[in-house]
């Protein structure tokens, strides 16, 4: 079965904490692609990054880092110095050979100022 | 560059009525797909479209349709509504339909069926 597992529903931290949202993927097909996305209280889902299979390079963007690791099947978020902005409901999703976006259920994270 | 668009951003209908929403494409994308966000089920594939076809379609009862214009544009209908057809649906569109191309995703509609 292909499926994106997040078990982190809620979480609340304080801010300037750093925060991890986990997210770890079944899938059987050796091309396939993660994506984070940010949906704020608005409703919007925020494109944040994309990582294929072949590229287990961890990145880095400002606050934001990624971790990918092939081994454990999974795609971990980081949030450093956390921020009132952070509160948010993230995604993961995988998307793969029948081209269709297959989304994990979410984490909600409330940065408490 | 503009960013999807969606019309209406909030809708109320009634049980039976039927609903049509719209969805603009960014600016040069020609893929457009469709998805329903219920706080029970989730965020749920609804139909992809490309180049006025649907290439990809979703486990959803035959109530819900879609079609894309020439000009990338889409738009999805629901007939006979049902009160569990209440949600945020999202349209997002890529630049092609290449495996892995970035869906940017619209604001939403908020359908509530009463």
């Known amino acids: 079965a292909q499926k994106v597992t997040q078990a982190q529903t809620e979480i609340s931290v304080v801010e300037k904490e750093d925060v991890t949202l986990d997210c770890v993927y079944e899938t059987r097909d050796t091309t396939y692609y993660l994506f984070w996305y940010k949906q704020p209280p608005s409703g919007e889902l925020v494109f944040l990054i994309r990582?294929?299979?072949?590229?287990?390079q961890n990145e880095i963007s400002g606050r934001y880092s990624w971790n990918f690791q092939k081994s454990t099947s999974s795609f971990n978020f980081t949030i450093t110095a956390s921020q009132v902005v952070d509160s948010a409901v993230y995604f993961c999703?995988?998307?793969?050979?029948?081209?269709?976006?297959?989304f994990g259920t979410g984490t909600r994270l409330t940065i408490i100022p | 560059k503009a960013g999807v668009t969606q019309t209406p951003r909030y809708l109320i209908k009634t049980r039976g009525q039927q609903v049509t929403l719209s969805c603009s494409p960014i600016s040069g994308h020609r893929s457009v797909s469709w998805y329903q966000q219920t706080p029970g089920q989730g965020l749920q594939f609804l139909f992809e479209y490309f180049s006025e076809t649907q290439r990809n379609k979703g486990n959803f009862p035959g109530r819900f349709s879609g079609r894309q214009f020439s000009n990338s544009r889409s738009e999805m209908n629901v007939s006979t509504l049902e009160l569990g057809d209440s949600a945020l649906y999202l349209c997002?569109?890529?630049?092609?339909?290449?495996?892995?191309?970035?869906?940017?995703f619209g604001p939403g509609t908020r359908l509530t069926v009463l």
């Open positions: 999703a995988l998307f793969f050979g029948n081209e269709k976006l297959t």
């Open positions: 997002a569109s890529s630049f092609y339909r290449a495996l892995g191309d970035t869906q940017y």
């Open positions: 990582r294929n299979s072949f590229d287990e």
